[in-house]
């Protein structure tokens, strides 16, 4: 298994819904019944004198390259409420979108790969699904700060922020 523990925004954010009360295990059951073989674990978690929870996903080593219809189709097997499948699909539509202007292709040729990965669907599905199983009625996020550097991904190392975030 790969223990996905580098802190990314998505984990961070479920790890924040199950410090508010959230049961993840359904999640992880729903996305299981799907076809996905993974797992997520909470942890309490200290960083900077402040404690709070951390998120990690697991999954076995090999994934496939996944497209859009195959995101799409997984999305659509899922035992959810419609608003959270037609949340999530719409979510990925928006990352194909930004990929095919970047890359200069159409939707239909991007194939994901960090953003394909089950930890991505694990974060943009779960997220959904949690402010609803929460009942939030609505979220704000004030501006990101930006912030530079380099990543090293499937496409090489590449600047920050990555050219289909900006867009």
Known sequence: ?????????GDMFLAALA???LDLEPLEAMLKRAGLDLGITVREENRQSGTGRGLDVNWPANQP?????EITALIEKLDCTQE????SLAAFRELARAEAHVHGCSIEE???HEVGAIDTIVDVV???WGLGALKVASAWASPLPWFSGTVTCEHGVISLPAPATLE
């Open 84 to 87: 959270v499948r037609d949340l």
């Open 126 to 128: 779960g997220a959904f």
């Open 1 to 9: 298994y790969i223990d996905c523990r580098a802190g990314a925004s």
């Open 19 to 21: 410090d508010l009360g």
């Open 65 to 69: 390259l996944r497209h859009l219809p």
């Open 110 to 112: 991007i194939h994901f």
